[in-house]
């Protein structure tokens, strides 16, 4: 390690309480059963802790220099778990270890749209410019659709989305840009798509955009509208499940709405100062899921009550303002972009598990980074914690 390298303090003592946090969440997660996968989650800080140290003996350069590489290994990992599980499998086994490809494609990712947006910076935006990117985020985001991990396709398509809003581009094209998604989703429902398109014609007159462009993102969000109900063909029915759940909860309350009712249930009951540590009713008795993994903050609002939320939430909006001031001192194209996409990664991943905890968003299984189980998750956002270090240390040099 260069004896310059400055470490963030105030990035590594957010680190270091959050993790504290996912350690007195993942005890009380599995208790009062086996604390077998409490005692990996400690296993995975260390291993974790020690590869994000390791990372720090490398200058940020070599990152950009082999993105390309990274990012051919990603789409090769993902291509991987198709070909061992087909689509109904998101893990690579060797032995007794086993990881989540999709996690380690996603930094793989984020750096290589680094190095791409490196390319186009301090300049003016156009669609053109970004032909090529749009096609590098698609390959990686069908591949994770195809396993299927709907959740974690999302998350490619909000890095990536993130990272074009930190380049020089005006508001109204920023807007057309993502129109395509917008008509994705509004798709669902007629009346919504409807209202959408309005906007969306109102949106292209206040552009600068030519007549052929503007008639070429007008018939390409009719086509994707369009297609939209022939989407749910390629859904799995537990995914229908939970997105019918999602518009209506007391559907299946004893059948695909038991986890989000008893999360929501859960949350509730903790009031203002909870039940107590390790005296969650819900979760003692086993009436909630996914207790470690997805669901793991509605242990948290179960114990701790609306003032553990409110510390918790703390912690990731501080965790989330240091990664910004980080990107927005980053002297460099590539260290900023790099920050900016380590930004996206975290906000989507914490806003989404929230989110579909209370019931704002389908369940679609993703982790709450530091506090949920699993070592692949908390393994690839310790080591983008070190890399946003190497970038702050770059502005310095």
Not at 144 to 157: K, L, M, R
Not at 232 to 245: D, H, I, T
Not at 298 to 325: D, P, Q, S
Not at 354 to 370: E, H, K, N, S, Y
Request: aromatic share 14%.
């Amino acid at each position: 390690m260069d004896k310059r390298l400055k470490l963030d303090k105030n990035l590594l003592i957010l680190l270091a309480l959050l993790l504290a946090a996912g350690v007195f969440l993942q005890y009380t997660a599995n208790y009062p059963g086996d604390q077998t996968f409490f005692k990996n989650h400690l296993i995975w800080i260390g291993i974790s802790l020690i590869a994000g140290f390791l990372v720090l003996f490398f200058p940020l350069h070599i990152f950009k220099d082999i993105a390309s590489i990274l990012y051919v290994i990603g789409i090769i990992l993902l291509v991987i778990v198709l070909f061992l599980h087909g689509t109904d499998g998101r893990w690579i086994r060797i032995g007794t270890f086993q990881f989540q490809s999709s996690e380690i494609a996603k930094l793989f990712f984020i750096i290589f749209m680094a190095k791409n947006f490196s390319k186009i910076d301090n300049k003016k935006t156009y669609m053109n410019d970004l032909r090529a990117p749009i096609l590098f985020a698609a390959i990686p985001t069908l591949l994770v659709f195809i396993e299927p991990d709907i959740g974690t396709s999302a998350i490619f398509v909000l890095i990536f989305l993130g990272m074009v809003g930190t380049l020089n581009m005006s508001v109204p094209r920023y807007v057309l840009f993502i129109s395509p998604l917008v008509s994705l989703l509004c798709g669902f429902n007629l009346i919504s798509w409807i209202l959408f398109m309005i906007l969306l014609v109102v949106t292209i007159i206040l552009s600068d955009l030519d007549l052929r462009s503007s008639i070429g993102i007008f018939l390409l969000n009719s086509a994707i509208g369009a297609f939209t109900p022939i989407i749910e063909s390629f859904l799995k029915p537990y995914q229908k499940a939970r997105l019918l759940n999602f518009l209506n909860p007391s559907l299946d309350q004893t059948g695909a709405g038991w986890q989000l009712l008893q999360s929501k249930i859960s949350i509730g009951s903790g009031g203002i100062i909870g039940k107590g540590y390790l005296n969650g009713i819900i979760k003692n008795l086993g009436f909630l899921p996914q207790t470690r993994t997805d669901f793991i903050f509605a242990v948290l609002g179960e114990e701790f009550g609306f003032l553990g939320i409110l510390f918790i939430l703390t912690l990731f909006t501080l965790f989330l303002f240091r990664i910004m001031c980080i990107a927005n001192h980053a002297q460099k194209s590539f260290g900023k972009f790099l920050a900016y996409g380590i930004f996206f990664y975290f906000l989507s991943q914490i806003t989404i598990n929230i989110a579909m905890t209370v019931g704002l968003l389908p369940v679609v299984g993703l982790p709450l980074p530091f506090i949920s189980y699993g070592g692949t998750s908390l393994f690839i956002s310790t080591i983008a914690v070190a890399i946003l270090i190497l970038v702050k240390n770059d502005s310095i040099v």
